[in-house]
């Protein structure tokens, strides 16, 4: 995945990291499926997210998290709208 598509992901995504990244670091939080996920649900802080996504950019395996994390919640959210209405009748 090239640089372009990863910033392309990070600001087309739902925004929702030590548990995220710290600031100019290279390494891959202590549990990235976990951060990808709370980055897609945008539960992380302004300044975890802007870390996360300057890790991410540069980072193949965090991206490939991220890209099927939002591709799994994009699959999910249609299911959860027809529980929400259904329930509401």
């Known amino acids: 995945m ?9 600001h ?7 548990y995220v990244v710290f600031p100019d670091s290279n390494e891959c939080p202590a ?8 980055y ?3 539960r992380l802080s302004k300044e975890q997210e802007a870390a996360f996504e300057d890790h991410f950019i540069d980072c193949n395996r ?7 994390t939002a591709e799994y919640v994009e699959a999910v959210r249609p299911a959860a ?4 209405s259904e329930s509401d009748s």
């Open 2 to 10: 090239d640089h372009q598509t990863r910033r392309s992901i990070a």
């Open 12 to 18: 087309a995504a739902h925004r929702p990291y030590y």
């Open 31 to 38: 549990n990235p499926k976990a951060v990808a996920e709370d």
């Open 40 to 42: 897609m649900m945008r």
């Open 62 to 68: 965090c991206a490939t998290l991220v890209r099927r």
């Open 81 to 84: 709208k027809n529980v929400r």
